[in-house]
């Protein structure tokens, strides 16, 4: 079952299979990581990310991807790795800078992650923008009311019985299939009528991700 599971990730990862909203970033990422191959000499981390950054700008521009039109004065909250906005009663706009990602690529991938997992706060990609000469993606996500508090041990069962073990804090890794998921404390995960739903997750994948 696993190892099905890791081959259909994979699949969603590449392009080669569908999942919610994914087509646009799936098309970005198979964009940034052809455009990694003339990259690859480029040793130092801050460095490729900064060269990665100006291929992803290019390509925002050609494919008429920039966001204009944002109601800053709708801002709710932010944290390290981005600002949120009230978009309308159903809806929030994300502003994410990839901060917690050591290139752009691998946040698109946690995007595509979040959305296999996690479809009913799937993150829609609607563009990006730029704030303080800083690149942001703009993301939609359904807004969700909370009616009581997170339970975060009702949080650690849910993951473990989905293959995922707290290996510390609110941090969780699936050995299996090479998959980290940090940060899933009380504020990122919220309880509505009973049912959990993450609306802020942060995945990395590790090297064992991509062995069959």
Do not use: P
């Not at 999942?19 to 940034?32: D, E, H, K, P, S």
């Not at 041990?153 to 299939?177: I, W």
């Amino acid at each position: 079952m696993q190892n099905d599971l890791k081959n259909e990730l994979h699949n969603v990862l590449s392009g080669k299979s569908e999942v919610r909203f994914g087509t646009i970033i799936q098309a970005i990422a198979c964009y940034l990581n052809n455009g990694a191959q003339t990259s690859s000499a480029v040793e130092d981390e801050k460095s490729f990310k900064k060269q990665e950054t100006k291929i992803l700008e290019n390509y925002v521009a050609e494919k008429n991807l920039w966001i204009r039109d944002i109601d800053f004065s709708q801002y709710v909250s932010e944290g390290a790795e981005q600002k949120v906005y009230l978009k309308d009663s159903e809806h929030v706009l994300k502003l994410n800078d990839s901060i917690y990602y050591s290139s752009w690529k691998d946040y698109l991938y946690n995007l595509l992650l979040h959305n296999y997992f996690f479809s009913d706060t799937a993150y829609e990609l609607k563009g990006f923008t730029k704030d303080n000469d800083v690149l942001y993606a703009v993301v939609q996500q359904n807004f969700v009311s909370i009616t009581a508090n997170t339970n975060l041990e009702s949080v650690k069962e849910f993951l473990t019985v989905n293959g995922f073990q707290n290996n510390r804090n609110n941090d969780y890794v699936n050995e299996e299939l090479g998959i980290i998921l940090e940060d899933l404390h009380d504020e990122n995960v919220l309880t509505q009528n009973d049912i959990l739903y993450f609306i802020d997750t942060v995945f990395y994948i590790t090297d064992k991700f991509w062995l069959d």
